[in-house]
């Protein structure tokens, strides 16, 4: 089993109803293909550094998982296809960091500069 | 054995100023210990956004390795996580 970190971004004017249902689809998609959900992050609506397909904000999610290959491969070709996303990115970790998270406004202060 | 020692010493002496000192030696070269390695230093990651506008500049570029002395490694490591938050849009 290898770890991964995977983020999705949905355009910013979908209401929450239809973020968490997307939310949920790509759960399923993890779990059905044998990987396993470790932590879910909402970074929630930010605004995009640069724009993408013509949105200037963006609704993110983080989901720490592990999986294999083939968990990937699925995940990705669902994302592919799907046109209520704007971006998405795998990362593959060695170890899951779990203490820390960047994006919590008090912690994420905390954290900046500690190991 | 004798002359690796000196040699050594040599390279030492050479790398000793850290701060601008009024009366150094010509030719003598500023050394200062990279800011991302160590115990204390902070984690390089595409998510620690903060730490990334550190080392670029306002445009989206990297710094200069030589201008912010970070390590060789610790800058590859940089490169990665700064071209992986452009495309998520977080810097």
Redo the contacts between chains.
Sequence with gaps: MNCYEH?L?TPGNTSENQNQKIFDKYRDIIVKNSGKVIKTEEWGLRN???K?KNNKK?F?FHIKLEGNGKTIEELERAENIDESLI?F?T?KVKKH?LK?N??DKEEGYKN???? | MKRSKKSNTKRRNGRKYSKLNLFQKPGIKFFRSCPLSG?????V???????LKKYTYESGGMLPSRVTSVSQKKQRELAKAVK?A??????
């Excluded at chain 1, 900046?112 to 190991?115: A, D």
């Excluded at chain 2, 115990?39 to 984690?43: F, G």
């Design positions: 983020t971004i995009l550094a640069h993408i963006g993110y971006r990115l990362v960091d820390t960047f994006f900046f500069g500690k190991k | 115990k204390a230093a902070p984690i990651d595409y998510k620690n956004i903060k730490l992986r452009r495309l998520i849009a977080l810097i």
